[in-house]
């Protein structure tokens, strides 16, 4: 008898366990669902919650590039005012000696020229008004 004792008491016990694998079983299923419920509950909300959020931290992104840039634009032009002005000073400095070394040359400047073109002209009516006569 007393292996059928024991077989009963071996059946009972499995019964047991097979209850409480089905009830925890159970409760994993209901959790499963109750998550799901959450997340259609408070899904939306949380989703909008991440796009406000992302929209503010866009925002904070771009205005710290856009800060960036403007230091980096205003520093270019800085660089380019220096750069042109050293270039236009090189440039005036250059033709301000080119035009001494011409004049030590005893080539005759511009003004010189035209001076001359005036005296031509001024002879030539001269000439002309003499020849009238």
Same mark, same amino acid.
């Given at each position: 008898?007393? &292996?059928?004792?024991t077989?009963?008491s071996?059946?009972?016990?499995?019964?047991? *366990?097979? %209850?409480?694998?089905?009830?925890? +079983?159970?409760n994993? $299923? *209901? #959790? +499963?669902? +109750?998550? #799901? &419920?959450?997340?259609?509950?408070?899904?939306?909300?949380? @989703?909008?919650?991440?796009?406000?959020?992302?929209?503010?931290?866009?925002?904070?992104?771009?205005?710290?590039?856009?800060d960036?840039?403007?230091?980096? &634009?205003?520093? #270019?032009? %800085?660089v %380019?005012? $220096? @750069?042109?002005?050293?270039?236009?000073?090189?440039?005036d400095?250059?033709?301000?000696?080119?035009?001494?070394?011409?004049?030590?040359?005893?080539v005759?400047?511009r003004?010189?020229?035209?001076? *001359?073109?005036?005296?031509?002209?001024? *002879?030539?009516?001269?000439?002309?008004?003499? +020849?009238?006569?």
């Amino acid at each position: 008898m007393d &292996s059928k004792r024991t077989l009963r008491s071996a059946g009972a016990r499995l019964e047991e *366990l097979g %209850r409480e694998a089905r009830r925890a +079983g159970r409760n994993v $299923w *209901l #959790a +499963g669902l +109750g998550a #799901a &419920s959450e997340v259609e509950t408070h899904g939306r909300d949380a @989703f909008d919650a991440m796009v406000r959020r992302g929209e503010a931290y866009e925002a904070r992104r771009r205005r710290k590039i856009e800060d960036a840039l403007d230091v980096a &634009s205003g520093r #270019a032009r %800085r660089v %380019r005012e $220096w @750069f042109v002005g050293t270039v236009e000073q090189g440039v005036d400095g250059a033709a301000r000696g080119a035009e001494r070394t011409l004049e030590r040359m005893g080539v005759p400047t511009r003004e010189d020229i035209a001076t *001359l073109g005036r005296r031509i002209d001024r *002879l030539s009516r001269e000439v002309e008004a003499l +020849g009238e006569r």
